[in-house]
């Protein structure tokens, strides 16, 4: 029988030990390395990819916070009394501990007997994994960060022992091999592994450090109370149809669409945050937050949309939003009367370029947002401050994380997406759009509500038409407006005989304007058409 230290196939016939491998040790000692390279790649990416998914869902705070809950009582009092408040820190550096030593015993399993390292690194990963989702507050895509950290970790041994083993065969048994293959192979090891290490150092630190900024913003916007407002939003009897699969009228912060150049989400302190207004100003003036709070709030029911939303899209959300008049902010400035633009910044360096008349016009309620639907903004939407000006898109006037507003000219200066091929100025077009039934849907024969919304952001929706295939425009019933702001619902009940259709609609406005049926892609202003949905009444 073969046993593992000898070699059968030796030329000579006989059977010899093979000599034990030099820089056996050596090896073992780099792949422990290496397991902790892997460790580090899981950590690391775990992280980057909760910046984009579950920024909460990081497996370091899940299972600290796990470790520390679970310690037993007496132990956790021997910690408290043997380093006082440092308990928690001596807590999580011997979990920082073992996590080394057990990515250590994982590279070296991986070397010596594969694949039980990479099922270790998995069962950590599982780990983690339970951690994070029995969390209280855990989101639907929580389970990304720990899955994706898995992968990587793993991936990461793989390649770092693959090359090690390479090395290890290849590695010279005499002088005469000195500089050979071996060397090479050692080499690239190296290369990988710091390339491997330092990656995961540099990610890792930095999409930790900016998912512990948004936390602490989080923590910070969960503490902060805003001021009640003078006035409410007075919600009329019908505002709401009831019909399943409709649009709600008011769209949940969760559910509301997020538009923006921002890679992560800035994380904005309302206690250090400054509003500049400057530019073309008689006096330059800094707000600050509670400065901005104590000018008084009242509430404003405003849809915003996108100008890249596409006929039937969904870049549109309703809102309320807390927030103070745009006009009362500059007037504090004193702006220049030749001036005709004010171009909002963020922090991240985005600018909207909006018409100064529609900022300042009393009958528009052009807004500095603080609060949205009863909260402070979520942070996706714009904390701490954002601008919302009814009837220009998105792009134009919504400003998010605002920190200046530049009186200028659309002469002199731009917005960001302008030299990006969009127009300087972005009056929302009337549109309307079919929620229910859904294109490619198939309904019972007999009466089926045809129902959606629609918008004329500043003007206000005066009626909605629906068309089954070539016949005659339908007035559908509307809810009531909240006001010209907002878009509306509409109803019709259509009574259906087996086939298929194709349903129209189209609104029109308080100006007897009459949606167009002509069809424009978003690029420059956008989207125009009716948007249509072809349904089947089964038999
Ligand atoms: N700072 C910043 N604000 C921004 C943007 C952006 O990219 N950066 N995008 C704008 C666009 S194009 C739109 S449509 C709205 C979307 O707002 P929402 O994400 O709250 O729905 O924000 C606007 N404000
Ligand atoms: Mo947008």
């Known amino acids: 029988m073969a046993e593992p230290t000898t070699n059968p196939s030796d030329a000579s016939g006989a059977t010899r030990p093979v000599p034990p491998r030099p820089g056996d040790r050596a090896t073992s000692g780099w792949a422990a390395v290496s397991g902790v390279i892997a460790a580090g790649a899981f950590l690391a990416a775990a992280e980057l990819a909760a910046v984009f998914t579950a920024r909460d869902a990081s497996p370091i705070v899940a299972v600290g916070a796990f470790v520390i809950d679970v310690v037993p009582p007496p132990v956790k009092e021997f910690v408290i009394a043997a380093f006082g408040v440092a308990d928690k820190a001596v807590l999580l550096g011997s979990l920082g501990l073992a996590v080394v030593i057990a990515s250590a015993i994982a590279g070296v399993l991986e070397l010596r007997r594969p694949p039980w390292g990479a099922v270790l690194l998995g069962g950590a990963g599982l780990l983690s994994l339970a951690a994070i989702l029995t969390r209280a507050g855990a989101g639907a895509l929580s389970w990304v960060p720990p899955v994706v950290g898995t992968v990587a970790g ?5 390649l770092l022992v693959r090359r090690l083993r390479r090395a290890r065969d290849a590695a010279p048994t005499h002088e005469a091999d000195g500089a050979g293959t071996g060397t090479v192979d050692r080499r690239g090891f190296f290369v990988v592994a710091a390339l491997a290490a330092a990656s995961a150092l540099v990610v890792g630190i930095g999409a930790r450090a900016s998912n512990a900024a948004s936390a602490s913003i989080d923590a910070l916007r969960g503490a902060l109370r805003l001021p009640t407002p003078r006035r409410t939003v007075a919600i009329p009897a019908g505002a709401e149809l009831d019909v399943p699969g409709i649009s709600p009228l008011f769209t949940p912060n969760a559910d509301f669409y997020r538009i923006d150049t921002a890679l992560t989400v800035p994380a904005v302190d309302p206690s250090s945050w400054r509003l500049t207004i400057d530019g073309m100003v008689g006096r330059r003036v800094e707000l600050s937050f509670d400065e901005l709070a104590s000018m008084g709030v009242d509430e404003y029911a405003v849809t915003i949309a996108c100008v890249s939303n596409e006929v039937g899209g969904g870049l549109i959300g309703n809102a309320i939003w807390l927030g103070v008049p ?50 402070p903004l979520p942070l996706e939407h714009g904390f701490p401050v954002r601008m919302i000006v009814p009837g220009l898109y998105g792009y134009v006037s919504a400003t998010k994380w605002l920190s200046e507003l530049k009186v200028t000219t659309f002469a002199a200066d731009q917005g960001y997406w302008t030299p990006r091929g969009w127009s300087p100025t972005g009056p929302i077009k009337l549109s309307s759009r079919i929620d229910t039934p859904r294109s490619g849907a198939t309904v019972p024969a007999g009466r089926t509500a045809v129902a959606g919304m629609a918008w004329a952001q500043h003007t206000g929706i ?20 909240v006001n010209r702001d907002t878009w509306v619902q509409w109803v019709l009940e259509w009574d259906a005989a087996p086939g298929t259709y ?30 249509r949905v072809r349904v089947t009444v089964a038999g």
């Not at 793993?154 to 793989?158: A, G, P, Q, S, T």
């Not at 004010?342 to 609060?371: E, H, K, N, Q, Y």
């Not at 194709?502 to 009716?530: M, N």
């Open 462 to 481: 005066d009626g909605v038409e629906v068309r089954v295939d070539d016949g005659a425009w339908r007035r559908a019933e509307l809810s009531t407006p």
């Open 154 to 158: 793993i991936l990461v041994l793989e």
């Open 502 to 531: 194709e349903l129209t609609v189209r609104a029109v406005d308080h100006d007897g304007q009459v949606q167009t049926g002509e069809s424009a892609p978003p690029p420059p202003d956008g989207a125009t058409g009716w948007h």
């Open 326 to 375: 745009v006009r009362d902010i500059l007037a504090l400035a004193a702006p220049d009367a030749s001036a005709d633009m004010v171009l909002s910044r963020s922090v991240d360096g985005f600018t909207a370029s909006t018409p100064l008349d529609a900022l300042t016009d009393p009958g528009r309620d052009a807004i500095l947002a603080v609060g949205m639907n009863g909260e």
